[in-house]
């Protein structure tokens, strides 16, 4: 069974800068394209990032320039550099893997959600 693991989740202040890391047992033999979303306090998931195996990258306009979406193929992570933070990026951040294998930050295409790792940002 595919699972994922996020970690690197933390509280920082306005400007800021954090990493995720997304972690699976499965994610080396798989090559789909996986993603990070986020649910923010009493919001729906949104997507905030995606990438492919060969690594094309796709990201939500409100994160276009300050996050950096990336993956290792050999080990099996998948990483989110966030920079330049902002209270609106506060929430619990996602990775999930495609059910297809084009690159789309819409969440009802991903299967296989890990626990979630808590961002807060404040000003």
């Known amino acids: 069974q595919l699972q994922f693991v996020e970690s690197g989740g933390g509280s920082v202040q306005l400007g800021g800068s954090l990493r995720l890391s997304c972690e699976t047992s499965g994610f080396i033999l798989d090559t789909r394209p996986v993603g990070w979303f986020r649910r923010a306090p009493g919001k729906e998931r949104e997507g905030v990032s995606c990438?492919?195996?060969?690594?094309?990258?796709e990201y939500s306009d409100s994160v276009k320039g300050r996050f950096t979406i990336s993956r290792d193929n050999a080990k099996g992570i998948m990483y989110l550099q966030m920079n330049n933070l902002k209270p609106e990026d506060t929430g619990v951040y996602y990775c999930?893997?495609?059910?297809?294998?084009?690159?789309?930050?819409?969440?009802?295409?991903?299967?296989?959600w890990g626990q979630g790792t808590q961002v807060t940002v404040s000003s």
């Open positions: 990438i492919t195996w060969s690594g094309t990258t």
């Open positions: 999930a893997l495609s059910s297809l294998y084009s690159c789309s930050v819409n969440p009802g295409l991903y299967n296989y």
